[in-house]
């Protein structure tokens, strides 16, 4: 079965200090792993995906990930924190095969705080 | 703008009405979804059309019941509201070309608050 684990359920940080959101995933085939964001009472955003190609990806606003097949993980990273990047943050997977379609499997979410 | 839209972004009711929440996308995608999303942040899929059809039915209330008059469009009735379906609920859609990551794109949530 496929499931994701997000270690942290809030991480705070300074501005302008590295970020560090961490995903294990668990997935019976090769996986496709994303990580989403969510500004307070804002929709999700795809901030970037992985899909076999690349294992370090760089998405959006400055955010990478890398995908480890050896620790199972896909732990999202960022050198410098902004303010704006204050927000939640959800390491997905992409679930099993149902009804013709494959579903999104979303973990816990990780709440980021940045302070001046 | 090209997007995922919802109505309202609001909802504040009494247990046992009656309410509808609509989404709308404008992407030309052909698959749309609706979520949930609890006071912990959790999410879950409840439903997905493909095509006007339903192709995902998570274990939810029939008491749900989700409407695609058109590919571009998914709303979700819920009767006889209870206090447990408070939460945001999403819409999302997709295109089935991309089933390979399955890429979606989410509306901007509808908040229910039932009293």
């Known amino acids: 079965a496929q499931s994701v684990t997000q270690l942290d359920s809030h991480v705070s940080v300074s501005e302008g200090t590295p970020v560090l959101l961490r995903c294990n995933y668990s997935?019976?085939?090769?996986?496709?792993l994303f990580w989403y964001v969510q500004h307070p009472n804002k929709g999700l955003q795809l901030l970037l995906k992985?899909?076999?190609?690349?294992?370090l990806v760089k998405g959006i606003n400055g955010f990478e990930a890398e995908f480890k097949k050896s620790e199972t993980s896909f732990h999202l990273t960022k050198p410098s924190a902004h303010m704006s990047d204050a927000a939640e943050y959800f390491c997905v997977v992409r679930g099993p095969f149902s009804g013709g379609y494959n579903k999104l499997i979303f973990g816990a979410g990780t709440r980021l705080a940045v302070h001046p | 703008d090209t997007a995922v839209s919802q109505t309202p972004k609001y909802l504040v009711t009494q247990m046992g009405n009656d309410k509808s929440i609509k989404c709308e996308q404008n992407?030309?995608?052909?698959?749309m979804y609706w979520y949930k999303q609890d006071s912990k942040k959790f999410l879950k899929i409840m439903f997905s059309?493909?095509?006007?059809?339903?192709?995902i039915n998570e274990t939810v209330p029939n008491r749900f019941s989700p409407k695609s008059p058109d590919k571009a469009h998914l709303n979700l009735h819920i009767n006889s509201l209870e206090l447990g379906d408070s939460a945001v609920y999403f819409c999302?859609?997709?295109?089935?070309?991309?089933?390979?990551?399955?890429?979606?794109?989410f509306g901007p949530g509808t908040r229910l608050t039932v009293l």
């Open positions: 992985y899909t076999s190609a690349a294992t």
């Open positions: 997935s019976s085939y090769s996986p496709s």
């Open positions: 059309y493909n095509n006007k059809e339903l192709i």
């Open positions: 999302a859609s997709s295109h089935v070309r991309d089933r390979s990551y399955n890429e979606q794109f």
């Open positions: 992407l030309g995608h052909d698959t």
